[in-house]
C-alpha cells in the first residue's frame, strides 16, 4: 500500500470528523453563542450545502493546476476553517468558519479519488479509493462520540481543535507522502493497461459529460444515496417508536451501523476492482432488499441489530466503484470526480424530503425505510441499463467522450512536419 494513501486517508478522516461532529455538540455551541436549537442546526445545514457548491466551483477553479498542489490547498482551507471554529467569538464567525472548512469537503474527495487511483496500478484502482475513504467510515463511526466526549470533558472548541491538529498532520503527510507525479496517468502495465491522459482545461473536463456513462453513473449515485440517507435520516425515531428500543441504545445502534460502513467500503473496494458493473448491480439490489426487510421486520430488535449492519456495508460497498466508474468514463476528469461527490449531496437531501413526507402523510416511522427501499430499487434499473450499454459495442463507442483539445501554437510548432523523401 503507497504510503501516500495513509496520508489521504487522515485526511478523509479529519473531514469526516469536522462533518459529524458537530451534531453531538449543538446543545453547548447554542448555548455558548445564546442563539437557538434552529440556528445552531444551520451550521450543519450551511455545511452541506457548501459541500455541494464546493465541490463543483473549486474542482473548476483549480482545473489546470497540479492535483498534488490541489490537494495541499484544499486541506489548508480546511485547517482554516477548523480553526475559525475553535476561536469564533460569535456565531457568524462560526457559521464562517463552518462554511470553510465545507468549501474543500466535495473537491477533497473528488480529486483526491482520482490521486489515490494513480498510485496504484489500474487494476487495483478500486482498492486504493476504499482505502482513501476509510478514514471517512471511522469517522462516520466516531464523529459523534468523539465530538460529544470532548465536549463534555473540555468543552465544544476543543473539538474543533483536536480537528484543526488532525488537519495539520493531513497536511504535513500530503506534502511528505504524496509524489508530485500524483494525479497524472501511470504507464502501461506488464498487461498492457494504461490510462488515457486526464483533460486539464474546464472546456475539456465539461466535455466529459457529454458521456451518457457520466450521467448514468451520477445518477446512481444520487439514487443511492438518497435511499440509504433517506431511511437513514429518521432510523432513531424507528429504533425506539417501532423496535422498541431506549434513546440510549441509539448511540450504539448508530455505532454497528458504522462499522458496516468501514466493513462495507472495503469489501466492495475489492469487489470493484474484480468486476465492477456486475458488483455494483449486486450491492444495490442487496441494499434494496435490506431496506425492505428492515421495514418488515423493525419490531424484532435483534433483527434491527443485523439489518442495520447491513444497510452501512451494502450502503457504502457502491462507493468505490461508483466513484471510478465515473472517472473511468471521464477520463479522469476532476470536474466529474467531484460532481459524484455533489450528487451524493442531492441524493441525501431527495431522501430525506421523500422520507419526511412519508412520515408526515402518517404512513408510520418504518415509510422511510420503504422509500428508501423503492429508491434504491431504482438505482439498481440506472445501474443495470448502464452496464448494459457498456457490454454494446455500438452504444460503448457513443457513450465515449471526445476530451482532446485543439492543441496550442506553441504546442503546434513544435509538433515535427513531415519528413520528404
Not at 164 to 190: C, E, N, Q, Y
Not at 209 to 238: H, K
Amino acid at each position: 500500500m503507497p504510503s501516500g494513501l495513509i496520508a489521504l486517508a487522515l485526511g478523509g478522516f479529519g473531514i469526516g470528523l469536522t462533518e459529524f461532529l458537530i451534531a453531538g455538540l449543538l446543545p453547548q455551541v447554542a448555548s455558548g453563542f445564546g442563539v437557538s436549537e434552529a440556528a445552531a442546526g444551520r451550521l450543519i445545514s450551511g455545511y452541506a450545502v457548501s459541500v455541494a457548491i464546493g465541490a463543483i466551483a473549486l474542482t473548476a477553479a483549480t482545473a489546470r493546476l497540479p492535483r498534488k498542489k490541489v490537494l495541499v490547498g484544499l486541506v489548508g482551507l480546511f485547517v482554516i476553517g477548523n480553526l475559525l471554529s475553535a476561536v469564533a467569538p460569535n456565531y457568524p464567525v462560526m457559521l464562517l468558519g463552518r462554511i470553510v472548512a465545507a468549501l474543500c469537503h466535495g473537491s477533497f474527495f473528488g480529486i483526491g479519488s482520482l490521486v489515490a487511483g494513480s498510485l496504484v496500478p489500474p487494476e487495483r484502482k478500486s482498492r486504493a479509493v476504499a482505502i482513501m475513504f476509510a478514514g471517512l467510515t471511522v469517522a462516520n463511526v466516531l464523529g459523534v462520540p468523539f465530538g460529544a466526549l470532548v465536549g463534555e470533558r473540555w468543552g465544544w472548541r476543543a473539538a474543533f481543535w483536536a480537528v484543526t491538529v488532525i488537519g495539520v498532520l493531513a497536511l504535513a503527510g500530503i506534502v511528505a507522502l504524496v509524489p508530485g507525479w500524483a494525479g497524472r496517468p501511470r504507464p502501461a502495465t506488464p498487461t498492457g493497461r494504461s490510462e488515457p491522459i486526464p483533460p486539464s482545461g474546464l472546456r475539456a473536463q465539461l466535455r466529459a459529460f457529454r458521456s451518457w456513462q457520466v450521467w448514468l453513473t451520477l445518477v446512481a449515485t444520487a439514487l443511492s444515496y438518497g435511499g440509504m440517507f433517506g431511511a437513514f435520516s429518521y432510523i432513531a425515531y424507528t429504533f425506539t417508536e417501532v423496535g422498541g428500543f431506549a434513546s440510549t441504545d441509539v448511540a450504539w445502534l448508530l455505532m454497528v451501523y458504522g462499522v458496516g460502513l468501514v466493513v462495507g467500503n472495503l469489501v466492495g473496494g475489492r469487489a470493484a476492482d474484480h468486476d465492477r458493473d456486475r458488483a455494483l448491480v449486486l450491492v444495490l439490489l442487496g441494499l434494496a432488499v435490506t431496506l425492505a426487510l428492515f421495514g418488515l421486520l423493525a419490531r424484532s430488535p435483534t433483527a434491527s441489530v443485523i439489518l442495520v449492519f447491513l444497510m452501512g456495508l451494502f450502503g457504502f460497498a457502491g462507493v468505490p466503484g461508483l466513484i471510478t466508474r465515473v472517472t473511468d468514463f471521464a477520463h479522469g476528469a476532476a470536474l466529474a470526480a467531484s460532481a459524484n461527490v455533489s450528487a451524493s449531496n442531492v441524493g441525501n437531501a431527495l431522501g430525506a424530503w421523500l422520507g419526511g413526507l412519508a412520515i408526515t402523510a402518517g404512513l408510520g416511522y418504518t415509510s422511510p425505510l420503504y422509500v428508501g427501499a423503492g429508491i434504491v430499487l431504482t438505482s439498481v434499473v440506472v445501474m443495470a441499463v448502464a452496464a448494459h450499454r457498456a457490454r454494446s459495442p455500438r452504444a460503448a463507442d457513443a457513450d465515449q467522450p471526445r476530451n482532446r483539445e485543439r492543441p496550442s501554437q506553441s504546442e503546434r510548432s513544435r509538433t515535427p512536419g513531415r519528413v520528404k523523401k
